[in-house]
């Protein structure tokens, strides 16, 4: 069955400091991937997926991921954070349905807090 | 802006009561998703719509749960005789037509006292 495992539960890092979000998921074939961010009370934005091709995805608010096969890994990553970017982030991988499409399986989340 | 509007955004409501959620995509979208989420952790898979059909449901979606899309355009979620347990955000998301990526609403947050 699908899975996905952040295994940070809560990251603090500084402001202007480099960030590193790790996730590992279990899929038989080829995954569609996404990163997810979540903001208090709100609903989810997305950041940015990973359907085939290059292997490194460029997302908004300058973020970036790598999809690593060998690893079965998508860690997000931002080479500087700024203060607005306190939030729960979701990894999530796209898996089969009944019908032909696809429905998304989240994983637990990393809170990020943001030092001053 | 996702192009999905949910409402109410809140909702409390006593044990035992009835309540519907609304999920509104900015258009006739192919596919429409809702989801639970629970304090603490992601989102998990309830059903989803191609057009006017549910094509599946999840076994959190018991007896109680009803989720229609009577045109292919809105949807809405019905818990019926509500339990503490059902005290979560209820998420919904729409698929464009040429596309596989979900674009997730504001979430209708239920607290069930």
């Known amino acids: 069955a699908q899975s996905v495992t952040q295994p940070d539960i809560h990251i603090t890092v500084s402001e202007g400091a480099s960030l590193e979000l790790r996730c590992n998921y279990s899929?038989?074939?080829?995954?569609?991937l996404f990163w997810y961010v979540q903001s208090p009370g709100q609903g989810l934005q997305l950041l940015l997926k990973?359907?085939?091709?290059?292997?490194l995805v460029q997302g908004i608010k300058g973020f970036e991921a790598e999809f690593k096969r060998s690893q079965s890994s998508f860690n997000l990553r931002k080479p500087s954070v700024h203060w607005s970017d306190a939030a729960e982030y979701f990894c999530?991988?796209?898996?089969?349905?009944?019908?032909?499409?696809?429905?998304?399986?989240f994983g637990s989340g990393t809170r990020l807090s943001i030092r001053p | 802006d996702t192009g999905v509007s949910q409402n109410p955004r809140h909702k409390i409501t006593k044990r035992g009561q009835n309540v519907t959620f609304r999920c509104d995509p900015i258009?006739?979208?192919?596919?429409l998703y809702w989801y639970r989420q629970t304090l603490g952790q992601g989102p998990e898979f309830l059903t989803y719509?191609?057009?006017?059909?549910?094509?599946?449901k999840s076994r959190l979606l018991s007896d109680r749960f009803s989720a229609e899309r009577p045109k292919g355009s809105f949807s809405t979620l019905e818990i019926q005789r509500t339990e503490q347990g059902d005290s979560a955000m209820y998420l919904c998301?729409?698929?464009?037509?040429?596309?596989?990526?979900?674009?997730f609403g504001p979430g209708t947050r239920l607290l069930v006292l």
């Open positions: 999530a991988v796209g898996a089969p349905t009944s019908g032909s499409a696809s429905k998304i399986i």
């Open positions: 899929y038989g074939a080829t995954p569609y």
């Open positions: 990973y359907f085939s091709g290059d292997t």
């Open positions: 258009s006739e979208h192919n596919r």
């Open positions: 719509f191609q057009n006017e059909a549910q094509l599946e």
């Open positions: 998301a729409r698929v464009p037509i040429s596309g596989e990526t979900q674009y």
